[in-house]
């Protein structure tokens, strides 16, 4: 299994619906991240948690809410979704301890808004 | 964060050697540099990170001058499926930091056979 496992994999959506992103880990990772990628502009942060009391907005949050609901889920939801949220999402996660190098990326999310 | 700039794209043969160089001027005391590495359709991947002077490990080295204003990513002898992007980040910390990493939008590295 996936260290990092996002589901679903594809998903098309129509404008104005609300839709959940999920995120699992396990990893015991204490730090779990949302990313948004869009051709050409690299990725862009969305949310981010620190631990599961924690969570803080990225650059790009409008839209979008995210629940820690447990140390090993991160969800993220497009309340009304939009056509321009038409992106790849990813989700990450990273540790903190001794030989936790770097951040692990699930698969991503190809969400596509119609 | 200190931001980095890079080359947006690169093309190399096969088996050649590919050094991919990042600067980042604005560089703290306590950052470390990063690098990863992307293929279409999947996630970034974690290749290697380093404070100064020279890192090696399975995948590439990676060259820091005293200054560490720049960094290069070596890449040995390349072959086809490292075709990839590959993104270089400064953070805080030895491994990830308190602040959550920025991803440009990378080197575009083809291999041509």
């Known amino acids: 299994d996936a260290d990092v496992t996002q589901t679903p994999r594809n998903r098309i959506t129509k404008t104005g619906k609300r839709i959940m992103l999920e995120c699992s880990q396990t990893?015991?990772?204490?730090?779990m991240y949302w990313y948004r990628q869009d051709p050409g502009l690299g990725l862009r942060l969305i949310y981010y948690?620190?631990?599961?009391?924690?969570?803080n907005k990225g650059e790009i949050s409008d839209g979008y809410s995210v629940s820690r609901q447990a140390q090993a889920k991160f969800s993220l939801s497009l309340e009304s979704a939009i056509p321009n949220q038409t992106a790849l999402y990813f989700c990450?996660?990273?540790?903190?301890?001794?030989?936790?190098?770097?951040?692990?990326f699930g698969s991503g999310t190809r969400l596509t808004v119609v | 964060l200190a931001k980095t700039t890079q080359p947006i794209s690169m093309d190399s043969y096969e088996g050649q050697e590919v050094n991919i160089t990042c600067s980042h001027n604005?560089?703290?005391?306590?950052?470390?540099i990063t690098w990863y590495q992307q293929f279409p359709s999947q996630g970034p991947r974690f290749i290697i990170q380093?404070?100064?002077t020279k890192v090696t490990n399975e995948v590439a080295s990676l060259f820091i001058p005293a200054d560490r204003k720049s960094s290069t990513l070596s890449l040995p002898r390349v072959s086809l499926s490292d075709t990839a992007v590959y993104y270089c980040?400064?953070?805080?910390?030895?491994?990830?930091?308190?602040?959550?990493?920025?991803f440009g939008k990378g080197t575009r590295l083809s291999v041509i056979a």
């Open positions: 990450a996660t990273s540790g903190t301890r001794t030989g936790d190098y770097g951040y692990t």
């Open positions: 990893k015991g990772h204490d730090r």
């Open positions: 948690s620190f631990d599961v009391k924690d969570i």
């Open positions: 604005n560089i703290a005391t306590n950052d470390y």
């Open positions: 380093g404070y100064k």
């Open positions: 980040l400064v953070g805080d910390g030895p491994k990830t930091g308190n602040t959550p990493l920025v």
